[in-house]
């Protein structure tokens, strides 16, 4: 996916907000997973740069796909 496609994707993007059955909002995953250990992604980040992968366009390119599948779901 091209860098152009990669920003198309994320323009449109909208900030959801999440509530549970009572109306009450709650975080969304990232959100919950961004007070995590990180020690296994710096593990897994170190193995991909071992072989030659730029973890950033790695990431980038996998959050457009799954930006995109969200966007075909919903």
């Known amino acids: 996916m091209t860098s152009d496609e990669r920003h198309a994707a994320k323009k449109g993007k909208v900030h959801t907000r ?41 990431v980038d390119e996998l959050a457009t796909i799954g930006t995109l599948a969200h966007y075909m779901i919903e």
């Not at 710096?42 to 072989?51: E, F, P, S, T």
């Open 18 to 58: 999440y509530y549970n059955k009572a109306g009450k909002q709650v975080p969304g995953t990232t959100t919950i997973t961004g007070v995590m250990n990180k020690s296994a992604l710096v593990k897994w980040a170190n193995g991909l740069g071992l072989r030659g992968i730029d973890v950033k366009n790695y």
